[in-house]
């Protein structure tokens, strides 16, 4: 069976399914109503995001694997100021398809997920990365 290749710029949407739980450390309810836009507020969540491998065999070797990015501002870019990214490698065994983020300020969260590999694309001297997938958006609630 032949392997797949790793195309530069080629869309990870239909690769790459994202699905995020949330854990929130000391939470405790109130007696009063919501605000309609709740501030920001410190909490300490761990979101754990995951996501459908993809097929391509460079992203699952040396040099390849995903970077989960994820911001406050919907629909950002990845270069965009204020993203935090962390970064899941091949592993020596597979790459991993599971990230914990730890998000410290209450709000919606937007993640996506890239991946990425050490194949040099055609001209290039560095290597190659998906286009991000689709945008998931996960509420982290205030304590």
């Known amino acids: 069976m032949p392997g797949y290749r790793f195309l530069p710029g080629r869309s990870a949407g239909p ?23 709740p501030p920001r507020v410190a909490v300490n969540a761990t979101v754990t995001v995951n996501w459908t491998a993809s097929p391509d065999a460079e992203v ?9 990015y994820y ?3 919907s629909n950002f870019d990845t270069n965009d100021a204020g993203v935090q990214m962390v970064d ?13 983020l730890n998000i410290n300020l209450s709000g919606t969260w937007y993640i996506k997920v890239v991946a990425y590999s050490a194949l040099n694309p055609p001209g290039g001297n560095s290597g190659s990365v998906s286009a ?3 945008q998931l958006a996960i509420s982290v609630p205030a304590p």
Do not use: H
Request: aromatic share 4%; hydrophobic share 35%.
């Open 15 to 37: 690769l790459i399914s994202l699905v995020a739980t949330l854990v929130l450390a000391a939470c405790s309810g109130g007696n009063s109503p919501p605000p309609t836009v």
């Open 60 to 68: 699952n070797a040396m040099g390849g694997g995903y970077r989960v």
């Open 71 to 73: 911001s406050s501002n």
């Open 88 to 100: 899941v490698p091949y592993n020596g065994m597979a790459t991993p398809t599971t990230a914990q």
């Open 132 to 134: 991000p997938s689709a």
